[in-house]
């Protein structure tokens, strides 16, 4: 392990767990999956046992370090990828911002960490914008390389050819390196682009739950979500072509366009969207 980069404050003393990653950023429409992180790092009370300085991997001119005041004065945050454990250390959680430099170097500390806990499985999380209705229930689109896990949990093999972010990055060296994953992606409306979705993360944390050996609370997620549709509806309530727009797709919705499996085609848009989008922002 690259000591200089990776810095433990308490090495867990349990192997085995299931390792959760997931960055701010490209990856990350609606703020989804990393709110879902935060979410799991909260409901779980998992304390950080390890960070990864940021000096090596970010561009501070695009990520800049934040300042903020305390009872000591002024403070500089600056980013920094953090590791935190559940206090059984049954799941392990990787939260950060999507670096901008030596992408190679940086999935090589996280992948040395992972082989270090000795991780029974991977799971990297992602959101993406797309034609999707926010009245219903948000699809996710998920993958891994083995056709079991594929059946158990209605997932698919990636045929995506492209350009990728850090989580596609990361989701390749991790297989790579004999470590079973699985990669979720949950959908945002296009429409709310510039809005946090919790709904969207709340589907994230459900399909979690199928997974993970012990479940996460959603209760304040659903009441989030609620608002959240209530907040967007009366959004479009006086535009009427945003209206027509969301009818039609709550049509196509209805009809099944929107399924996660191959047949709908809706994989198709997914990658579609991973290959010709940009950062969730400008999209």
């Known amino acids: 392990m690259l000591e200089n980069y990776t810095f433990w404050e308490n090495k867990p003393n349990k192997t085995g767990g299931v390792l959760i990653a997931a960055f701010e950023g490209w990856n990350d429409a609606g703020n989804a999956s990393s709110w879902a992180l935060k979410h799991l790092r909260e409901d779980f009370d998992a304390k950080q046992f390890a960070y990864i300085e940021a000096e090596q991997f970010y561009d501070f001119s695009e990520t800049r370090p934040l300042v903020h005041l305390d009872e000591n004065g002024r403070q500089l945050d600056w980013p920094v990828t953090r590791f935190s454990a559940d206090s059984g250390q049954n799941i392990f959680l990787i939260e950060g911002v999507e670096p901008q430099l030596q992408w190679k170097t940086f999935v090589e500390e996280i992948n040395s960490i992972a082989s270090s806990l000795e991780v029974s499985m991977a799971i990297t999380l992602g959101s993406l914008l797309t034609e999707v209705p926010h009245t219903r229930p948000v699809m996710i689109y998920g993958f891994s ?71 996460s609370i959603t209760t304040e997620l659903e009441i989030a979500s609620a608002a959240y549709e209530r907040q967007v509806d009366q959004l479009i309530e006086n535009d009427e072509d945003m209206k027509a727009y969301v009818t039609d797709l709550e049509y196509r919705y209805d009809q099944g366009e929107f399924k996660a499996d191959p047949a709908s085609g809706f994989g198709d848009q997914v990658e579609r969207w991973l290959r010709d989008g940009s950062n969730p922002e400008e999209a």
């Open 145 to 215: 390389e083995d056709a079991e896990t594929n059946s158990r949990l209605n997932l698919q093999k990636s045929m995506y050819e492209g350009p990728t972010g850090i989580i596609g990055v990361l989701n390749q060296t991790i297989q790579e390196a004999g470590i079973p994953s699985i990669s979720l992606w949950a959908t945002v409306p296009n429409y709310v682009s510039g809005a946090a979705s919790p709904k969207a993360t709340l589907a994230l944390i459900e399909k979690l739950n199928e997974i993970l050996p012990e479940r």
